[in-house]
């Protein structure tokens, strides 16, 4: 029986279509299907999704709850809420919502207040849940603020660049934060589709790097595989990279100086995404003072270079 291959988490099969594994966005091309009601985490969902959904579903939380609480002051009959008289139903209930945003967030204007036993533990129970609700809500909004992330800019493609005597694969990396990162670790994989067998499947080879890990990374980085007779990509052309379907798979790690705790990125490039015959442009040079000044959108810039080998 075959050896199996590699396989970093990602699965060797190969059904005929194949999409990137890793998105732009750094995460990866898997929807899941089948999950139950018990593997809803909503701390984790409330971390994770964006800030604008964040900041709907908090209002709309808002807005449910109060209504809710003035349906129940209104179902009490709105004359136990004294100054909430109005001449007309909706305005009736407008100000109970009102007593009830007050009274939920404990701000208390006074100008409307409860009459009776029953008004009153209505409003007892609505300022506890308000207490509990803001606690919760406070908790998510620090942990969403607080939460270390790594901010690492890739370059828009690889470049297949002059490298001594041979040619390399290379990408660029920047920190577009003010953050310090520190030990930064890049790791990267060759996903290619080939015959293993009598099938199809997706293969997987770490790529050897110039240097794998730098300790400080103020400026950009450079990430250099040498093509040469070690390498998976040794005489490969454009079109062998089309026909195995190539994707390059990234996995930085570094040292969040402010947060201290380590922090993640993932990227990945396509066969069609790979620039042949380039080099990228300096993104940063020394002023007359001596300063370093480092231009974060020009991590991306190239040039044309020539090549030691033909480019097919």
Same mark, same amino acid.
């Given at each position: 029986?075959?050896?199996?291959?590699?396989?970093?988490?990602?699965?060797?099969?190969?059904?005929?279509?194949?999409?990137?594994?890793?998105?732009?966005?750094?995460?990866?091309?898997?929807?899941?299907?089948?999950?139950?009601?018990?593997?809803?985490? %909503?701390?984790?969902? =409330?971390? @994770?999704?964006?800030?604008? #959904?964040? &900041?709907?579903?908090?209002?709309?939380? !808002?807005? +449910?709850?109060?209504?809710?609480?003035?349906?129940?002051?209104?179902?009490?009959?709105?004359?136990?809420?004294?100054?909430?008289?109005?001449?007309?139903?909706?305005?009736?209930?407008?100000?109970?919502?009102?007593?009830?945003?007050?009274?939920?967030?404990?701000?208390?204007?006074?100008?409307?207040? %409860?009459?009776?036993? =029953?008004? @009153?533990?209505?409003?007892? #129970?609505? &300022?506890?849940?308000?207490?509990?609700? !803001?606690? +919760?809500?406070?908790?998510?909004?620090?942990?969403?603020?607080?939460?270390?992330?790594?901010?690492?800019?890739?370059?828009?493609?690889?470049?297949?660049?002059?490298?001594?005597?041979?040619?390399?694969?290379?990408?660029?990396?920047?920190?577009?934060?003010?953050?310090?990162?520190?030990?930064?670790?890049?790791?990267?994989? =060759?996903?290619?589709?080939?015959?293993?067998?009598?099938?199809?499947?997706?293969?997987?080879?770490?790529?050897?790097?110039?240097?794998?890990?730098?300790?400080?990374?103020?400026?950009?980085?450079?990430?250099?595989?040498?093509?040469?007779?070690?390498?998976?990509?040794?005489?490969?052309?454009?079109?062998?990279?089309?026909?195995?379907?190539?994707?390059?798979?990234?996995?930085?790690?570094?040292?969040?100086?402010?947060?201290?705790?380590?922090?993640?990125?993932?990227?990945?490039?396509?066969?069609?995404?790979?620039?042949?015959?380039?080099?990228?442009?300096?993104?940063?040079?020394?002023?007359?003072?001596?300063?370093?000044?480092?231009?974060?959108?020009?991590?991306?810039?190239?040039?044309?270079?020539?090549?030691?080998?033909?480019?097919?």
């Amino acid at each position: 029986m075959e050896k199996p291959t590699f396989d970093p988490g990602l699965t060797q099969q190969y059904t005929g279509v194949l999409k990137r594994a890793i998105n732009k966005d750094g995460q990866f091309n898997v929807r899941r299907e089948g999950v139950t009601w018990r593997d809803f985490h %909503p701390y984790l969902f =409330l971390i @994770n999704i964006p800030w604008p #959904l964040f &900041a709907a579903l908090v209002m709309a939380a !808002f807005i +449910i709850v109060n209504t809710a609480f003035a349906g129940v002051y209104a179902a009490i009959g709105i004359e136990h809420l004294k100054g909430a008289e109005a001449p007309t139903t909706a305005l009736r209930f407008l100000n109970a919502f009102f007593f009830s945003a007050h009274t939920l967030t404990t701000v208390g204007y006074g100008n409307i207040w %409860p009459s009776g036993p =029953l008004a @009153n533990t209505v409003a007892a #129970l609505e &300022a506890l849940t308000g207490l509990m609700g !803001f606690a +919760i809500a406070t908790g998510l909004l620090f942990g969403r603020f607080s939460r270390p992330s790594a901010r690492i800019g890739f370059s828009r493609t690889m470049v297949i660049a002059p490298y001594g005597d041979v040619t390399s694969l290379q990408f660029r990396v920047v920190n577009r934060r003010s953050n310090n990162l520190i030990d930064l670790e890049a790791r990267v994989l =060759l996903m290619t589709v080939e015959l293993i067998g009598e099938r199809l499947q997706r293969r997987y080879m770490q790529l050897d790097l110039e240097r794998n890990q730098v300790l400080f990374f103020p400026l950009t980085w450079t990430v250099v595989h040498p093509i040469d007779e070690k390498s998976p990509l040794f005489g490969k052309t454009y079109q062998d990279l089309e026909r195995l379907q190539a994707e390059v798979m990234i996995m930085m790690k570094g040292f969040d100086d402010t947060f201290g705790q380590t922090v993640q990125a993932r990227f990945s490039y396509r066969y069609d995404e790979i620039a042949w015959g380039a080099k990228f442009s300096p993104a940063f040079e020394i002023e007359k003072n001596g300063d370093l000044r480092v231009e974060v959108n020009r991590v991306g810039s190239i040039e044309p270079a020539q090549l030691a080998q033909p480019v097919h």
